[in-house]
């Protein structure tokens, strides 16, 4: 750091030294002189950057007890840290002989040479924080080393011995007393003293040193409190320190991770830990990361990881994680952050690849878990409804459905225009409901894939389709995709993207109904279930479907009726084989009572579901495995792609077409105006929903899911899907021709 000297000018008027520019005298080109600081500066300049805050002193000196061999660590705070920290701890101690230099600034026991920092393991290597600590506070220290009758205890300010070390009398170890931190610098006091008091920081520093140290025993307490805050005994199960520490309640909902690399190419790393299951609900996210035994932050592996978390389980998308990274030391550089709070890694953009991939199959499981959990509540409603049964009291089996029967086409949206017409009715939210559903059909799956689960995961097709969705990835359009960042939508079928320095539009509904088609292929025998709320009858959708269909307006209602009872057979017939691989649920009176998610948060558009059950009467190839799972899959992805919905845009002069005087819109004349009275007001806040849901799906939903899971087919580089519509490099080209 330099500071800018002036040449003082006679007549120059006194001029504030607050703003970079008002040092520069305008009068005077001269550049201003360079000074050098002093060195006592030069030092609280320096510990202000070690020790930044009393929780960050706390984490230095425990660090250097943990590099003592401690097995006890005890922390005292008065005032959040400002007016005392006391680290205590029966590690090996400091020799008498290196008492003086102590406190003097780069005297480290850890490190002689700079090729050391390539195998170091201890957490501490600069020689800084005790030194840091000097020169912002007041430093007490008192140790014992290992056969001596006596310890010593000495005070150092600046970084030197304020006095001979007096012997007296101690126990086992060292203990580091810093009073008065930050006496010496006014504005960081004041603006510590005003904010939160950081004690909260500290407990929570020594929480996680606790979940990681499982062989110590560390305490923290405010200065005069009987009880500590954090009590942890050291224990051979990383559970026990977390239960301790964080209560049963987090333990309850953590599942075991680990995953390793050891290919030299990409990765060589170690990773393992616990994380939480869909039923941990916190408010933020806990991430307790210790690479190579330092406790580190990682932006990068935390956004991933989040990222991952609110794709497949959104309802606990704050997740508590625990994850012990280890790979050889000489792969991770730790001197990049003044407090050592972060390190950098090799190959860090794969390790968190790989890492995201393992937590993200962990959760799908464990999704998968939480179903048969639901399902089990539904043999004892099971068990319940025979017993009242028994006992002559009519008891309907599906409690929540109504008995009366309700004709299609009064819930499915025959006419775009009339609001009666929807399928929106059927949807009733996803898995939850099935707590409330019995249905035989179902346990029977549950504990079938419970007995065999790798049943569908095996298939030779469907991993020859899987395979084929690798080996036809674009790589180039892959790293587009997971590195690009959403701008907005173009218009009705174009979103634009910005990658890098270019710009693309991306087509909406084929990337959407690409990712839905792996997606049904990845998540393939394992789905989440949608229930729609009323059984709705396939032959009625069919129906309603061919009606729709301009192709068979030449075909009479008879023949209509003919292809609708044929196509619905054919689903009846493979009713049992599309449940268990696509959670497509046709009970034995054909009516269709279930469908997959197949993005978590995502349902599809219900207007579309006569189209996808004539589709998949129709299209799908239902006499080779393969080709069944393939164009199954496509049905189901086209079904769940984001269409624009079927009610007609209503912004700008969209609003024309919810006019309730239906011979005005088809005269086609141009009508000017749109008085209120004569807007069909609930069908057009039904249609504004519809897309600014749609807008939003394909924000926060779409383009997330799309950057964790879509591996874009090479054709798509072709075919118009992503177009490139400007780089910056180009437009300064045309700028600096203007
Ligand atoms: P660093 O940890 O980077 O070496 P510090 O300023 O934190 O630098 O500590 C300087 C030295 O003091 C350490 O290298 C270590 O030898 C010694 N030391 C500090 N704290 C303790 C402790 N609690 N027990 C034993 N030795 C300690
Ligand atoms: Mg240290």
Sequence with gaps: MVQ?????????????????????????????????????????????????????????????SLDAGASTVSVTVKDGGLKLIQVSDDGHGIQFEDLPILCERHTTSKLSAYEDLQTITSMGFRGEALASMTYVGHVTVTTITE????????????????????????????????????????????????????????????????????????????HGANRADVHSASTSSRLDAIRNVYGASVVRDLMEIEVSDDNAADAVFKMDGYISNANYVAKKITMILFINDRLVDCTALKRAIEFVYSATLPQASKPFVYMSINLPPKHVDVNIHPTKKEVSLLNQECIIEIIKNAIEEKLRNSNTTRIFQTQAVNSTTLTQANTQKEKGTEVKMTSGVKSQKTPVSQMVRTDPRNPSGRLHSYWHGQSSKLEKKSDLVSIRNVVRSRRNPKDAGDLSSRHELLMEIDSHCHPGLLDVVKNCTY??????????????????????????????????????????????????????????????????????????????????????????????????????????????????????????????????GNDVTWDDEKECFRTAAAA?????????????????????????????????EPVDNTDEDEIDQELLAEAETAWSQREW??????????????????????????????????????????
């Design 4 to 64: 800018r000297a002036r040449t003082p000018k006679p007549f120059a008027s006194p001029v504030p030294t607050f703003s970079a520019t008002a040092v520069m005298d305008v009068d005077d080109p001269s550049p201003p002189r360079i000074r050098r600081l002093e060195e006592s500066v030069v030092n609280r300049i320096a510990a202000g950057e070690v020790i930044q805050r009393p929780s960050s002193a706390v984490k230095e000196l425990v660090e250097n």
């Design 147 to 222: 056969g001596q009758l006596h310890g010593y205890r000495v005070s150092y300010k600046d970084g030197v011995m304020e006095n001979e070390p007096k012997p007296c009398a101690a126990v086992k170890g060292t203990q580091v007393m810093v009073e008065n931190l930050f006496y010496n610098m006014v504005a960081r006091r004041k603006t510590l003293q005003n904010s939160n008091d950081d004690y909260p920081k500290i407990v929570d520093f020594i929480c996680r040193f606790a979940v990681h140290h499982i062989n110590v025993n560390f305490s923290c307490r405010k």
């Design 487 to 616: 701008v907005g939508l173009a218009d009705e079928v174009f979103a634009l993207i910005q990658h890098s320095t270019r710009l693309y539009l991306v087509n909406v509904v084929n990337v959407s109904k690409e990712l839905m088609y792996q997606q049904v292929l990845c998540r393939f025998g394992n789905f989440n279930a949608i229930q729609l709320s009323e059984p709705a009858p396939l032959q009625e959708l069919l129906m309603m479907a061919l009606k729709d269909d301009e192709l068979m307006d030449d075909e009479n209602d008879e023949e209509k009726l003919e292809i609708a009872e044929v196509n619905s057979e054919i689903l009846k017939e493979n009713a049992e084989m599309i449940n268990e691989y696509f959670s497509i649920h046709v009970d034995k009176d054909g009516n269709l009572t279930r469908l997959p998610v197949v993005l978590d948060q995502y349902t599809p558009d219900m207007d579309r579901l006569p189209e996808f059950v004539l589709t998949m």
């Design 636 to 668: 189901i992805g086209n079904f769940y792609a984001l269409h624009p919905p079927i009610l007609p845009n209503p912004s700008g002069s969209g609003i024309q077409l919810y006019k309730k005087n239906k011979d005005c819109m088809e005269s086609g």
């Design 697 to 738: 799906t394909i924000q926060h939903i779409l383009f997330p899911s799309m950057r964790l899971f879509l591996k874009p087919p090479t054709s798509m580089a072709t075919d118009g899907t992503f177009v490139q519509v400007a780089s910056l490099e180009k437009l300064y080209k045309i700028f600096e021709r203007c």
